[in-house]
């Protein structure tokens, strides 16, 4: 059941107009947080936005005995590791289900304690996100994994983790961050090839090389790691949430407004920006952030094929399939990274968009999902006005951009399990209230 603090009664047909601000990025803030594992020591992270992730890792952390202080006005965390501790299994187990964090802290957590445990994994149902890319790494730093443990799996390394030769067969983000997190402290040199290059890990990296960590990057995708005997807290500004930042110029888009995102930052986003620009958007890029805007008339179809970075992220795409459906013509969405990203689309169309999803590959890029029986490429036809109605939370993003519909319907819309959005979007109610939203 739905509470009523998880239920959002919106009426739609309004532009949203105004200035928020985004703050960092989610999908690297929890992971320096479990960096600073890594040291004994003080470390203090700045830009925080203030996300329920933020608080299921400070809480993760807490259970190993790390001092964790959240100060969210001023989006300041600060982590002391001097003291860690293996974690009771059951009370990990109770916060997993709200985050796929817990593998992260096996290589900080075999280093500074020999063993990990890991349960069960939760996070948005949006595709298979499986966790053999990480089991297999530290199985080649010389970790023991047991996967038959009753409760989840537990992770030994009695002889300590040792460099290795490691290749990612598709460069998976959170199997990059686990073996950038394990080698650092590994003995000898690791060589990780077929990485991911995602701005969100850059910063990891700068991170860890701020504690003491010796990483160097090369174009073709490849990380060489040099093991180092001990690392130090650090002092770190996170970068801005890209996703976020997009997530609200197609809300600008889709509802005809006109949206300044401060703090949103050009070079991270310039593959949206280019097809923010082809589909008709307008915007401004300024030291303090990026104003984006309809500027009326008609919006223009693209064709988008999702892709690891710097390719179009796969987190950019539903908000933005919202303002497709006012476009004028046939738009066309290849998803290459998650085979259910495009389960939100179903109240999209009982809402009036025109939507039709399809298995094969609509476009050219190398896909993982050929021949398989996944509707992961979608065609919208617009331009259809959109009437309010009753919508589930499927899953974060899918959320964010059922909340964008409803602001572009016309009429009252009813959208329920709105605390999924709370993982990603710090104060969404507050922010929309400031464009000028209209609630019931």
């Known amino acids: ?102 593998i992260l802290f096996s290589g900080p957590l075999l280093h500074r304690l020999g063993e990990a445990f890991i349960p069960a994994l939760g996070g948005c149902n949006i595709g298979g996100r499986p966790i053999d890319f990480h089991l297999e790494t530290l199985r080649k730093l010389g970790a023991n994994v047991d996967k038959e443990h009753k409760d989840g799996i537990h992770i030994t390394a009695p002889d300590g983790l040792h460099g290795a030769k490691i290749h990612l067969p598709y460069p998976s983000v959170g199997a990059t961050e686990q073996t950038l997190l394990a080698a650092v402290l590994a003995e000898g040199k690791t060589e990780l090839s077929g990485a991911a290059i995602e701005p969100e890990i850059m910063d990891l990296v700068s991170v860890l090389q701020k504690m003491g960590a010796i990483i160097s990057v090369d174009v073709d995708r490849t990380f060489r790691i040099e093991g180092v005997k001990q690392l130090k807290g650090y002092t770190h500004t996170s970068l801005t949430d890209r996703i976020e930042a997009a997530s609200w110029a197609s809300a600008a888009l889709a509802t005809h407004g006109d949206i ?46 999702t892709d690891v970075h710097p390719g179009f992220m796969t987190d950019w795409q539903q908000p933005l399939v919202v303002a497709l459906t006012q476009a004028k013509g046939l738009s066309i969405v290849h998803e290459t990274v998650y085979e259910n990203r495009f389960g939100f689309t179903k109240p999209l169309v009982q809402m009036g968009a025109t939507i039709q999803l399809y298995r094969e590959c609509l476009g050219s890029l190398p896909c993982r999902f050929q021949q398989r029986n996944y509707k992961h490429s979608a065609v919208i036809f617009g331009p259809t006005p959109l009437t309010g109605r009753d919508i589930d939370v499927p899953d974060l993003r899918g959320g964010f951009s059922h909340l964008i519909a409803a602001l572009a ?9 709105i605390s999924l959005i709370d993982r990603g979007y710090a104060d969404f109610r507050g922010k929309l209230a400031a464009l000028g939203a209209a609630f019931e």
């Open 409 to 417: 319907a016309k009429g009252p819309s009813t959208v329920r399990g």
């Open 1 to 102: 059941m739905n509470s009523e603090n998880d239920v959002l009664r919106v009426v739609g047909g309004k532009p949203l107009n105004g200035q928020i601000k985004v703050r960092g990025a989610k999908n690297f803030v929890s992971k320096a947080m479990v960096a600073a594992l890594l040291a004994p020591g003080t470390s203090v992270l700045k830009n925080v936005p203030e996300i329920r992730d933020v608080h299921v890792v400070s809480d993760l952390l807490r259970l190993h005995g790390v001092d964790v202080d959240v100060n969210g006005e001023k989006g300041i965390v600060t982590i002391d590791a001097t003291h860690v501790q293996l974690a009771d299994v059951a009370d990990v187990d109770t916060l997993s289900g709200s985050s796929r964090i817990p």
């Open 260 to 305: 300044f995102v401060k703090g949103a930052t050009q070079p991270e986003m310039m593959t949206f920006l280019n097809v923010f620009r082809k589909i008709g958007g307008e915007f401004d890029v300024t030291d303090k952030g990026i104003r984006f805007w309809h500027p009326g008339g008609d919006l223009k179809p693209v064709a988008i094929e």
